[in-house]
């Protein structure tokens, strides 16, 4: 064979290699029946990451060919910017952030992500205002004029404490805003230098506990009337009641709302794909339960509770059948 025709013949072939890698990569499967999904979770040390974990070990368990891996990221907001980008076929990710990317609002204003379909909503992940029992404050009216850690600028936390103290007709103007982490917030709080701090997280947070292991602190209430406007407004949120004894002492039981954290897809996955991925995983929702404390709260009853963008067709068919 000539030089200048093998090329073209090598060519050929490292073309026909891409484009099934391409295609293997989004969900799809090549001549070698192999199926490879990237699953985008969370930093190590939250729930994202061993959650998505055990989805992956599920999904290469119960679907033949299936080369499912879980990696850890900065969780919702970087985790939607690589489905935008297809660099991932998976997240979870929180509903309210999923909301704002796909309606176009928030941190992704006039940069809306259209590429993106629900499989299911997980479990809540909960609004809680902490302050110390000494400060005196026992409601977020309270809050006016006082140094309140809202989280970090431009976050998801710090979304839904300006959403919840607006329904109380509070704005920034009327609190001493401060934008800090929770964790920058807890250790404020811990310290003196904020009267109250606020996170979106899971009951019990682990940071929480921590501060309440050496201080007494309280957990502010979202007021019904409240909560009812806020979701007439904001259609992710929905209610929670924190249980009495959460905390160490602290027993009182508080009402709330949370969001929801939620498993998404880019529509490169196929319908049917969808609705492999759903049955594997909540017809082996005891594997989620071990994997850590949260997976008790995913069911199948609730997977569509606070859905907050289309869905995947073949994940839709497979909870309503």
């Known amino acids: ?32 029946g192999k199926k490879f999904l990237n699953i985008a979770t969370g930093g190590t040390a939250g729930t994202y990451y061993p ?29 939607i910017n690589m489905l935008k980008d297809g660099s991932v076929d998976l997240a979870i990710v929180q509903n309210d952030i999923t909301y704002y990317a796909v309606n176009g609002t928030e941190m992704f204003k006039d940069k809306n992500v259209d590429n ?6 997980l479990y809540p992940e909960t609004c809680q205002f902490v302050t110390l029992d000494g400060t005196g404050i026992k409601s977020i009216a309270d ?34 805003v401060q934008y800090l982490s929770f964790a920058e917030g807890a250790s404020a709080l811990k310290d003196g ?13 682990a940071s929480v506990q921590d501060i309440s292991s050496q201080n007494k602190i309280r957990l502010l209430p979202v007021d019904a009337d409240k909560a ?3 979701i007439a407004k904001y259609p992710f949120y929905t209610k929670t009641v924190i249980p009495a004894g959460t905390y160490a002492g602290f027993d009182q039981e508080v009402p709330t709302i949370s969001v929801m954290a939620m498993l998404v897809a880019t529509d490169k996955v196929d319908d049917q794909m969808g609705y492999d991925i759903a049955k594997a995983i909540f017809s082996n929702l005891d594997r989620l339960q071990a994997a850590h404390s949260v997976g008790k709260l995913i069911t199948k009853e609730g997977a569509l509770k606070g859905m907050s963008l289309p869905m995947n ?5 497979f909870f309503k059948e």
């Open 116 to 121: 993106i379909r629900g499989i299911a909503t």
């Open 313 to 317: 067709a073949g994940a839709e068919k």
């Open 228 to 230: 009812d406007a806020l």
């Open 143 to 176: 809050l006016r004029g006082k140094k309140v850690a809202v989280g970090a600028a431009g976050s998801g936390a710090e979304a839904n404490a300006r959403q919840i103290l607006e329904a109380y007709g509070i704005t920034y103007d009327d609190i001493d």
């Open 51 to 79: 959650i998505g974990g055990a989805m992956a070990e599920i999904l290469n368990k119960e679907i033949k060919g299936m080369n499912a891996s879980a990696q850890s990221t900065g969780a919702t907001v970087a985790n």
């Open 193 to 205: 230098n904020v009267d109250a701090a606020f996170l979106t997280a899971g009951y019990p947070t």
């Open 1 to 32: 064979m000539k030089w200048g025709k093998f090329k073209k013949v090598l060519a050929a072939g490292m073309a026909a290699v891409f484009a099934a890698a391409l295609f293997t990569g989004c969900g799809g499967s090549g001549d070698s």
